[in-house]
């Protein structure tokens, strides 16, 4: 949930999951899972979609055309759903309409939309609008584009010629038809945000040996009754007077500042079942009441007694420390201000993949197109960020591999030069990667540290030059990883840079190493020095989850990535200059 977020610096910090913190990005899979089985996943912004157009084709013999736009989206299956209609204006070849097309951004999704414009007959006017059928409209051209297409460009407008098909390619293109322009602004509302910090007194120890580990679940009701949860805090280990870091809940989230809201406290477990301490029902409003009055509200916990349950009214206390409301700048703010995800790729190329001219290699390319489970990757996960990247030239690297004549590389070009990295779009990572595995010889064993160090320089050399840029490394892996603590020593290095990673892991393997680098399991990466690293930036997913059917790779891998840019950017206090 892209602007609910706790800034947290270590410890138990990594609680949170798929409704994480803007500012911490971390992921636990006992709470994650709790939140995913209650509808929580990647950001979400509202968009409002506006039309206008120019040098339309004029239809009417005696006036001009009355032209009406229509909005429809274009389904993964290839199904075009109609999702929209704008109203019809009168007489004009250079339209700007009123209606406007409210839509929900995904990130981590291809929003693919396909927009008609019809010149709507005289005699249909007194019609309404969704009664109108378009058989009996004549059509003006068409365009379709994706969302993240529009919301990326600097001033969120983009210009769209208008085509007619079904004409030749001649006439289409002799034949002028327009030009129409798509303009998203993000609604308002949703960037009205409530700055809070929350602390406990008195909590019931709900662990034999030692005080409870803490963390706060905010949830909103539904009409139905039924609660959501929209943030979370860190854990506190060991804490019965917890204060937990600042959380940032959106206000459009929760619905209005009068909503209601259920603030449960729970008792941190390993296994996921987590015991709840105790619950206050209060509204944003409500909280800042107390903030302002300097009181607490006693927490309840619900008793059975007899056969109903009462609310035991408990002597811990939830007190607010701090409350204010702010407009939080969003993801889409600092694209319209001009960053940019600049995607990279890191491909292992160690002998456990097998020999790729061998059908059960995980390298095999196969002759009739079918797609490898490393070509899926790039490509699925390279279908969402080439939007955010204006120029579309990604470093791309192998590790585990020799090269022809040389020594092992565990971080080599895959386009095969020594002097740059960089192939042009998706389609060149696809062919620079297939060109490399008859090039080079299988080896091992697995290092992540060097492509991780090289990513690393880019990033750096990027930040020293103030580019408005924000790095992304897909490595994509078979094996178990060899220098783990060398890795976590490049990872918590990185931690400080505009930078994250997603590993996708391919084949059979024992990947508990890579679940320590996530960070899932409640501590920070901590380097051979002692350092701590400052945020979590990695995030992995077992590809044969994701065969398998039990998530989304894209949505897994991509979902936390915008959350994890606000932290980087919200912590070093970086605006975006529109």
């Not at 939309?113 to 969704?130: A, G, P, R, S």
């Not at 987590?274 to 800042?288: F, N, Q, T």
Request: glycine fraction near 8%.
């Amino acid at each position: 949930m892209g602007n609910c977020c706790s800034d947290v610096g270590g410890g138990m910090a990594a609680v949170s999951g798929a409704a994480s913190s803007a500012a911490t990005g971390n992921q636990n899979d006992a709470v994650d899972m709790y939140l995913r089985s209650h509808g929580i996943h990647g950001l979400f912004s509202q968009i409002e979609l506006s039309f206008s157009a120019t040098s339309l084709r004029d239809r009417d013999v005696f006036s001009k055309s009355d032209p009406m736009v229509v909005v429809y989206i274009k389904e993964r299956d290839g199904a075009i759903n109609e999702v929209f209609r704008t109203e019809v204006v009168l007489n004009s070849l250079t339209p700007t309409w009123i209606a406007k097309y409210t839509i929900t951004y995904h990130f981590e999704v291809v929003q693919n939309l396909l927009f008609k414009v019809f010149d709507v007959d005289t005699q249909y006017h007194n019609v309404e609008m969704k009664m109108l059928k378009l058989e009996e409209q004549q059509s003006l051209g068409e365009a379709c584009c994706t969302l993240s297409e529009i919301v990326t460009k600097p001033n969120r407008s983009l210009a769209l010629d208008l085509i007619r098909r079904g004409e030749s390619v001649s006439s289409t293109h002799s034949q002028h038809c327009g030009k129409l322009t798509v303009h998203a602004e993000e609604c308002f509302s949703s960037k009205s945000t409530a700055d809070i910090i929350l602390r406990c007194i008195d909590l019931e120890s709900k662990d034999l040996f030692s005080k409870s580990d803490p963390f706060l679940v905010i949830s909103k009701l539904v009409e139905s009754g039924i609660s959501i949860p929209v943030c979370k805090t860190e854990v506190l280990k060991n804490d019965h007077n917890p204060t937990w870091k600042p959380v940032f809940l959106n206000i459009q989230q929760v619905g209005s500042k009068d909503s209601p809201l259920v603030i449960e406290c729970f008792n941190f477990n390993s296994n996921g079942k987590h015991d709840l301490i105790g619950k206050v029902r209060k509204s944003l409003a409500d909280l800042e009441k107390l903030h302002l009055g300097r009181e607490g509200e006693n927490l309840y916990l619900p008793t059975l007694v007899g056969h109903n349950y009462e609310n035991k009214i408990l002597n811990s206390k939830l007190l607010v420390d701090k409350f204010s409301e702010t407009a939080q700048h969003t993801f889409l703010d600092y694209l319209a201000g001009g960053f940019e995800l600049n995607f990279m790729v890191a491909i292992d190329f160690t002998a456990s993949n097998g020999n790729p001219r061998l059908p059960d290699s995980l390298h095999y390319i196969d002759p009739s197109g079918r797609l490898n489970a490393y070509q899926k990757a790039i490509y699925e996960v390279g279908e969402v960020l080439q939007f955010y990247d204006a120029d579309r030239r990604y470093p791309a690297w192998g590790f585990g591999a020799r090269p022809i004549d040389g020594p092992v590389s565990h971080c080599f070009n895959l386009n095969g030069s020594s002097n740059y990295c960089e192939v042009q779009g998706i389609q060149g990572i696809m062919m620079a990667y297939t060109s490399a595995l008859f090039n080079v010889s299988l080896a091992g064993p697995t290092l992540f540290g060097h492509v991780i160090n090289r990513a690393s320089v880019v990033a750096c050399d990027s930040l020293s030059t103030g580019a408005k840029k924000y790095f992304v490394l897909l490595i994509i892996t078979d094996g178990v990883i060899t220098d783990l603590q060398e890795t976590k020593d490049a990872l918590v290095k990185a931690s400080g840079l505009p930078l994250s990673i997603l590993i996708v892991g391919v084949g059979g393997a024992d990947f508990k190493e890579m679940e320590i680098l996530d960070a899932d399991k409640g501590e920070r990466l901590e380097s051979t020095t002692g350092c701590i690293a400052s945020r979590d930036i990695v995030q992995f997913v077992p590809f044969r989850d994701v065969q398998s059917g039990e998530i989304s790779m894209v949505g897994a891998l991509l979902a936390e990535l915008p959350t994890q840019f606000l932290t980087y950017m919200r912590r070093r206090d970086i605006k975006p200059s529109t």
